[in-house]
């Protein structure tokens, strides 16, 4: 047997140990942690609703109806009325004419990916695309081909140099540790002069991009058939939990029949489709959150340059704070920390070597005080 905690203190002498935090209660931006009250900037609870009355409500009133569990996969006895109306909300709100309910957004990628292609095929993906998408290609067996990133005409090269089978695409719509976008229009054109699918994970552009919060596809003006696969979470802005996916007819029933990590798992509570409705209904009705979001990401930004601190590119809700070395961002967590202020510190291998950071998320929950109080702790603790 190979011995673990050799391996274990190595980490922990590069700074790249992880631990885990204690939250009592639905803080929300103010959680307590570890007995001592925060401000927080690093959840992906974008619009502010996963502590929402409606939300709340809509899934006790769920839970008494369809109890806390689902008891079974969809395809056996876990898919209910209630699973039933999201899928048919979430297809309506993406414009697309089905959508299939996954349990997270892990085992949607998953599921896809394996399900379009196999042994023989191609899969191209994004050098920064999130690793449930890179696992995804490498579990599909199909020969996975990684472009460098955002770069529309590398990719372009790749499916030029040709190969045998289907060619499938797959790229994040906003990078979840970048917060940057996928040049989206520029890689349909490529997928179309191709005849690749193309598959975008909107993990973090759902509900917050676009004017009706229809993600980056809405953003960037693209249809379904420019992006025959889209792929949406629902614990960011959404503020619940699980996935989806959308597409056409064909590509639903060919998910159910063939999508290993939909037809082998216990199906979501019905509680949280339930809940996920009224977010969903919030989202829509309810624009004001994202302008707020768009707001205080335009504050932060300015104040960051004024202060001149090492933001990178990003007009999305996260927003990275270059720090280079794992040493470096755990410094800075820490002195942010000691000013009552938790950001997490992201480091190899999330990200490449050389470019550890702090990842900032905002919220529309956030106050305009609350940003100005974080970038004047921003000055004091990153020097």
């Keep these: 047997m190979k011995p673990l905690l050799p391996e274990l203190e190595r980490r922990r002498a590069a700074h790249l140990y992880r631990r885990r935090r204690v939250i009592a209660g639905a803080g929300g931006v103010t959680p307590v942690v570890e007995g001592r009250p925060m401000l927080a900037f690093c959840s992906n609870d974008y619009l502010g609703l996963a502590n929402h009355p409606d939300v709340v409500r809509a899934f006790r009133a769920g839970a008494a109806r369809w109890g806390v569990g689902?008891?079974?996969?969809?395809?056996?006895?876990?898919?209910?009325?209630?699973?039933?109306?999201?899928?048919?909300?979430?297809?309506?709100?993406?414009?697309?004419?089905?959508?299939?309910?996954?349990?997270?957004?892990?085992?949607a990628n998953q599921g896809v990916v394996t399900a379009l292609v196999g042994r023989g095929d191609r899969v191209f993906g994004d050098r920064l695309n999130h690793a449930s998408l890179i696992d995804a290609a490498v579990l599909s067996r199909a020969r996975f081909q990684r472009y460098p990133h955002a770069d529309a005409r590398a990719l372009e090269r790749l499916l030029a140099a040709g190969g045998k089978g289907e060619a499938l695409?797959?790229?994040?719509?906003?990078?979840?540790?970048?917060?940057?976008?996928?040049?989206?229009?520029?890689?349909?054109?490529v997928c179309r002069r191709h005849g690749a699918w193309l598959m975008v994970d909107d993990a973090h552009g759902l509900g917050v991009l676009g004017e009706k919060g229809g993600g980056s596809l809405e953003a960037e003006g693209l249809d379904a058939e420019a992006v025959p696969v889209l792929m949406g979470t629902l614990g960011k802005a959404l503020g619940t939990f699980g996935a989806f996916v959308a597409g056409s007819e064909a590509l639903i029933e060919t998910l159910i029949q063939q999508a290993r990590s939909y037809i082998y798992t216990t199906a979501l509570p019905a509680a949280l489709a339930e809940a996920t409705r009224a977010s969903l209904h919030l989202v829509q009705t309810e624009p004001w959150r994202r302008e707020r979001l768009k707001a205080w990401v335009a504050r932060f930004r300015a104040g960051a340059a004024q202060l001149g601190l090492p933001l990178m590119a990003s007009d999305t809700p996260i927003q990275p704070l270059l720090a280079g070395t794992p040493g470096r961002a755990m410094a800075w967590a820490a002195a942010l920390e000691q000013r009552g202020i938790l950001v997490t510190p992201i480091r190899p291998p999330t990200v490449p070597e050389g470019s550890a950071r702090l990842r900032i998320t905002l919220s529309a929950a956030h106050t305009e005080a609350q940003v100005d109080r974080l970038l004047q702790a921003l000055e004091e603790a990153v020097a």
């Design 169 to 189: 695409v797959a790229s994040d719509g906003v990078f979840s540790m970048d917060g940057d976008r996928a040049p989206l229009t520029e890689l349909a054109a």
């Design 70 to 107: 689902s008891g079974a996969a969809h395809l056996v006895t876990g898919h209910t009325a209630a699973h039933l109306a999201l899928e048919e909300a979430l297809a309506a709100f993406t414009g697309r004419p089905r959508a299939l309910l996954f349990s997270t957004g892990y085992m």
